[in-house]
């Protein structure tokens, strides 16, 4: 049977993931009465990625059409998860990159194209969301033309085949249709996927060798090794080696082989060249590994990865409610959970500290905030402090990651993102305005300065925009950036939270509790309305007496304010952690009584 095999790339939310969804459905996966029918987001089967509603982690899958068969490989779209990109790609021929026909190209429509790019990709472009009202899919495909030119390597990346689509219809067509409810199907793309994508190059007579691009796990089969057969073939039972480059780490025995069939993966006894595979029985294997025939002496390169942007402090729980939370306290699970990680996440690089924590190093705040909610809903406690942006040192000054910054919004918005942005000390690059009152602006600002800008301006804006970023390099460190928020609301003493004292703690700022909560000393229970930090004690009672009020009586509380872990990582400072543990957040000073923090500021 022919192959081809594409990976899906585009910018986050231009609609890659209901366009799979649609390919799954119309090359008849699924009987009409399966639930998957009437599912969206088939492949985002993490909890995360449902909730969030982007896909986290790269995945493959199959389908069959005109008796060829299609490997689909799924990527992420956000720049965070950029080192499942870097790393699964290799396994294609040719991609779709999917650019939605009102926003155009975006940050990361850059980064994907680039990576496609520089493994010689065959790209099919294809303009989705042409139902959207403000559809400007002429506009858009001058503006990845322009994008091509900017970007491609050799004259032949730019000739590029153009499918028009509405993907959420499931609807696609060669030319831009005179409606976009006009009737159609995925025909046209898949016809174009097998015109314009070539099959795998086929060597049959060398010894079987593939790079592992991914590793899967399930409780019956242990670990899957995944990746594209580049040369020979391998056969269930047969005895291979496994190279880091081209230094032999052990010896090795398939025990299963499988292939891809839709959502499920199926058995086979041998699997030929240019097939993507999965292999159990394969101990101790890493993603970059080579898996080979015993004489093959030579391994593939590393993958190589972007560097991390972002670390983060992260170490075991050391507040007074440690272990009453979570199953997994101790720095020895912490680490023995992100040895796991490493293996998988390329992204990341992790580090002990010599106070018994780690200093974890990601690509964003994202990239970041899913690996600490992961690990919190396996049962894991943990505090971790404040984001820092990673310097370098270059010809002896040091430099500090910068982003390229896109925002979409309202016009009447663009007063408050350019005040914010002015505080941030960003700098424009590029702004308009089109017909349909839609500005779009480009930054460059310090990663540091973007630190807690998304939830800052999201709350100022009322939820409108669209903001991404993307990694442009590494520019000479600039001077910290002003304190922008204001003080904390730190509870004096430990016990359990009071209506009477929140009553009076409200006076003085928000508070992120009400009433019946545990608190200890040092503990942030709300934002001050001044830049200093206010200490009150929430748990105070009112003493009894037989006297009652009328004001008493009708004491209504505001409702407290409560941060998701994204918006606590962007709130905290450098003198607070966040306690994290299944059931709670909650952020603490470093130090936890008064009389510590009042010794440290004599000694600072």
């Not at 060829?68 to 720049?79: F, L």
């Not at 709350?459 to 669209?466: A, D, E, P, S």
């Not at 830049?531 to 009150?536: F, L, T, W, Y």
Request: one cysteine or more; a neutral charge; aromatic letters at 6%.
């Amino acid at each position: 049977m022919q192959i081809r095999n594409i990976a899906i790339i585009a910018h986050v939310d231009h609609g890659k993931t209901t366009l799979i969804d649609g390919m799954l459905k119309q090359t008849k996966l699924f009987r009409d009465n399966q639930a998957e029918m009437n599912q969206s987001a088939i492949l985002d089967q993490n909890d995360l990625e449902r909730e969030k509603g982007i896909t986290i982690l790269a995945k493959n899958t199959a389908v069959e059409y005109n008796g060829v068969k299609i490997n689909i490989i799924d990527t992420p779209g956000h720049a965070d998860f950029g080192g499942e990109v870097e790393r699964v790609i290799s396994m294609a021929d040719g991609a779709l990159l999917i650019v939605d026909a009102a926003e155009g190209p975006l940050a990361q429509t850059k980064f994907v194209l680039d990576q496609a790019f520089k493994q010689n990709l065959k790209i099919i472009v294809v303009i989705n969301k042409i139902d959207r009202r403000d559809a400007e899919p002429e506009r858009v495909l001058a503006e990845i033309e322009e994008l091509f030119l900017d970007m491609a390597n050799n004259e032949d990346q730019l000739n590029f085949p153009v499918i028009f689509a509405n993907g959420r219809a499931g609807k696609t067509w060669n030319s831009l249709p005179s409606a976009p409810d006009d009737k159609g199907d995925l025909r046209p793309l898949f016809d174009e996927i097998i015109k314009s994508i070539p099959g795998p190059i086929v060597d049959l007579n060398s010894p079987f060798k593939m790079q592992v691009a991914n590793l899967d796990h399930d409780n019956y089969k242990g670990n899957y090794a995944i990746g594209k057969i580049t040369s020979g073939k391998v056969s269930k039972g047969q005895q291979v080696v496994i190279l880091d480059e081209d230094k032999k780490i052990a010896n090795s025995k398939v025990e299963q082989l499988f292939v891809s069939k839709g959502l499920d993966r199926s058995e086979v006894e041998v699997a030929n060249c240019g097939d993507i595979i999965a292999i159990t029985g394969i101990a101790n294997v890493s993603i970059g590994h080579t898996i080979a025939s015993p004489e093959v002496t030579e391994g593939f390169p590393r993958i190589i990865i972007t560097e991390p942007t972002l670390k983060i402090y992260l170490g075991p729980n050391s507040s007074p409610f440690v272990g009453k939370e979570g199953e997994f306290c101790t720095a020895r699970q912490l680490q023995n959970r992100l040895d796991a990680e490493k293996k998988t996440n390329l992204g990341l690089r992790i580090k002990a500290t010599e106070a018994g924590g780690f200093m974890v190093a990601g690509r964003g705040e994202l990239h970041l905030a899913v690996l600490i909610e992961t690990m919190r809903r396996e049962g894991y406690e943990m505090e971790v402090g404040k984001p820092q942006a990673i310097l370098k040192e270059i010809d002896g000054k040091m430099h500090e990651p910068v982003e390229e910054l896109s925002i979409e919004i309202d016009k009447e918005f663009v007063g408050i993102i350019t005040e914010e942005l002015g505080k941030r000390r960003a700098e424009m690059k590029d702004s308009l305005t089109n017909s349909h009152g839609v500005a779009k602006m480009v930054y460059e600002i310090p990663s540091k300065n973007l630190l807690g800008f998304r939830s800052e301006i999201l709350t100022k804006t009322r939820g409108n925009g669209l903001f991404n970023t993307r990694f442009v390099g590494y520019k000479p460190l600039t001077d910290s950036m002003k304190k922008l928020r204001n003080g904390v609301l730190i509870a004096s003493e430990g016990g359990i939270s009071t209506s009477y004292a929140i009553e009076s703690v409200q006076q003085r700022g928000v508070t992120f509790i009400g009433p019946g909560v545990n608190v200890y000393e040092g503990m942030v229970i709300g934002i001050a309305k001044t830049r200093e930090d206010i200490e009150m004690n929430i748990s105070k009672s009112k003493k009894l007496t037989n006297f009652r009020s009328n004001a008493e009586a009708t004491t209504v509380l505001s409702p407290p304010k409560i941060l998701s872990l994204e918006q606590s990582l962007d709130f905290i400072e450098e003198d607070e952690l966040l306690e994290i543990t299944p059931k709670n957040l909650r952020i603490r000073k470093r130090l936890l009584t008064r009389r510590e923090r009042v010794k440290s500021l004599r000694r600072g």
